[in-house]
């Protein structure tokens, strides 16, 4: 199966590097380009790709607000690009819902694997600000203390559904949690879309988070 890549940059150099690196790999390719954010939300609903790959930083329409309109109109695999290390953007990114967030230096073969990682449902960051998040965005959540209310979290959701928010939290892709439960790939999806809906998380990086968070991983 083809990943479908829909590369958003307001820089074209930087969108015809991107669209090289993508093309020149087995199993991805670029089927649109974006320079700014409008033109992305009209691509990704005519096109439909699996993947959205998108500068945090453009004109008219940036990076995080784009996200948070292609969630509403569900498509929720956007792997955000950022030339800048900074904690202003990685939470803005996963607060709009982002499935990922990488540098503009990630190696090539690392962004191939995490638009793969991503296109089957997984979620990505980039080594340098994996710790800062964990340590972070976790104290953010301010997870329930006691099994009360750990209970009350839980609550709104079934006994399947506790068991993929526990896959979640252990890093598994929609293909791995219907492995690991016996499920189609479509219903392990659908369980994880119903999880973030009924917990009003925006993100499979939440999800996993708090997975951890209530010992579910």
């Known amino acids: 199966m083809t990943v479908r890549v829909l590369v958003v940059d307001d820089h074209l150099p930087v969108r ?4 090289m690196i993508i093309n020149a790999a087995d199993g991805v390719e670029v089927v649109g ?5 409008e033109q992305a ?24 607000a784009t996200t948070r309109r292609m969630c509403v109109l569900g498509v929720t695999n956007v792997l955000l690009t950022t030339a800048f290390d900074a904690d202003e953007y990685l939470f803005a990114a996963l607060r709009a819902g982002a499935a990922g967030f990488l540098l503009k230096d990630t190696d090539a073969d690392s962004l191939i694997r995490a638009l793969r990682s991503v296109a089957d449902g997984g979620g990505v960051l980039s080594p340098s600000v994996t710790r800062r998040l964990i ?5 953010r959540m301010s997870p329930p203390e006691t099994r009360e209310q750990q209970a009350k979290v839980l609550e709104p959701l079934t ?10 939290g252990r890093g598994l892709s929609n293909r ?9 790939e479509n219903t392990a999806k659908t ?3 119903r999880v973030l809906a009924k917990l009003g998380l ?7 988070i708090l997975a951890q968070e209530l010992d579910l991983a």
């Open 16 to 19: 015809v590097g991107f669209s």
């Open 176 to 184: 791995q949690i219907a492995t690991e439960l016996r499920l189609a």
């Open 202 to 208: 925006s993100s499979r990086v939440q999800a996993a």
């Open 33 to 37: 380009e974006a320079g700014d954010g």
């Open 135 to 139: 340590t972070d965005y976790a104290a």
């Open 41 to 64: 939300l009209r691509l990704a609903q005519k096109l439909t790709p699996d993947v959205v790959l998108m500068d945090i930083r453009m004109p008219r329409l940036d990076g995080i």
């Open 191 to 193: 369980h994880v879309s």
């Open 159 to 168: 006994a399947r559904e506790r068991e993929v928010l526990a896959c979640v």
